[in-house]
């Protein structure tokens, strides 16, 4: 396993969500500070092709239900289309959901029934079998913190409140879930001491729940090994019987985090791995996809500036000082020979005249930046 990819130039992105579709990931929405937000705006969407690692943005077809800009949403993939929900812009929350079709780039409003959740952001949202489960999130009609499960039949688009037994996950938003067999593990995220209301008395749970989704019972798991340190908006997947868990922020410790726990679903453990490679920096707010075997990690906020960016004075001191990210990083779980081979001349700065061409290529494809976003020392 090894951090293989660093390169810059792709959306510019915080709070966005991201689905992997085939062998390419659909990024939808977010903001970055250094734009004017609007928020009535059609919702960007950009699509990243993992095998040639370009960003491009999708020219999907503009209609009377495309989506407003948003961010704190979440996307599901099902077949070849994508379900988004929830979320907000400056001025408002969202329980619509939208449907946008990879093959027709078109957005449309499936009509729903049932028990449609209250609009929220910070929620999670995964699909097992053909439903899509949203836990948590905040509350914008009832200005709490959630600890409620809905769930969309996405084949029938009618939504059920799941009145789960067990040990309830306290009230939180921007915690992870995902989807493993037929349960839901959820980590993480902020809540309140005086739960579920928001009286600014954060609390960040480290504690691993799942959901079964058959019997509908939530059930506290007591790892052993070392735990990772509570936190919100940090990244999520699932790989070999593995929970991965990357980066995010504690706002009672100030702290930012770019490290890296695996949690064993069979045998029940916490791990650290220090991975070598091209280490991402400490962020939150990043989205993290997983195809074959490696991971695309790209966006996000952070307190540390990368080496393009104009340096910052004392920025590291004060974790409200934020820069917005428009990278890209690839967690490899098995580098071919061929690409360790590439990351040693990079790394001693060899002589690439006497490589093959296709050598060259591929050296090009993991280095050379997108041109979605401008590095910030570029004037003109």
Avoid at 19 to 28: A, E, L, P, Q, R
Avoid at 304 to 324: A, F, S
Wanted: net charge neutral; with cysteine; glycine share 8%.
């Amino acid at each position: 396993m090894r951090w293989t990819v660093h390169i810059d130039g792709g959306p510019m992105r915080v709070n966005h969500a991201a689905v992997c579709i085939g062998n390419k990931i659909y990024s939808f929405g977010g903001y970055y500070s250094s734009e004017e937000y609007k928020d009535w705006e059609p919702i960007p969407v950009h699509v990243l092709n993992t095998t040639t690692l370009r960003w491009s943005a999708v020219n999907y077809k503009k209609n009377d239900v495309v989506p407003f800009q948003r961010y704190g949403h979440t996307t599901v993939a099902y077949g070849d289309k994508v379900y988004m929900w929830g979320g907000r812009n400056n001025s408002v929350a969202c329980e619509t959901l939208s449907c946008f079709d990879t093959k027709k780039l078109e957005w449309s409003t499936p009509p729903v029934s049932g028990m449609v959740p209250f609009a929220k952001d910070g929620h999670s949202a995964c699909v097992i079998g053909n439903k899509m489960y949203i836990f948590g999130g905040f509350e914008y009609l009832t200005d709490q913190y959630s600890q409620i499960v809905h769930c969309l039949n996405l084949d029938t688009m009618h939504w059920s409140l799941i009145d789960a037994t067990g040990t309830l996950p306290s009230h939180r938003d921007f915690h992870t879930a995902v989807a493993v067999g037929t349960r839901m593990y959820v980590f993480g995220g902020r809540g309140d001491l005086n739960s579920p209301y928001n009286s600014q008395e954060e609390v960040y749970c480290p504690q691993v729940y799942y959901l079964d989704t058959v019997a509908e019972k939530w059930v506290a798991v007591s790892p052993r090994g070392m735990w990772p340190e509570g936190r919100r908006s940090h990244s999520a997947w699932v790989h070999n019987d593995f929970m991965y868990i990357f980066g995010g922020f504690n706002g009672n410790t100030k702290t930012h985090f770019n490290d890296l726990y695996r949690y064993s679903i069979k045998e029940n453990y916490w791990q650290y791995l220090n991975v070598q490679g091209s280490v991402p920096c400490k962020r939150r707010r990043q989205a993290c996809l997983i195809y074959q075997d490696k991971v695309y990690l790209f966006g996000g906020t952070s307190p540390c500036p990368h080496q393009h960016m104009r340096p910052v004075e004392n920025l590291d001191d004060d974790p409200e000082k934020l820069i917005d990210n428009s990278d890209l990083h690839v967690l490899d779980y098995a580098p071919t020979l061929k690409t360790l081979s590439i990351l040693s001349v990079l790394e001693h700065n060899l002589d690439q005249s006497w490589l093959p061409r296709d050598i060259i290529i591929d050296i090009r494809t993991m280095t050379l930046p997108n041109r979605i976003s401008r590095p910030f020392n570029q004037s003109g």
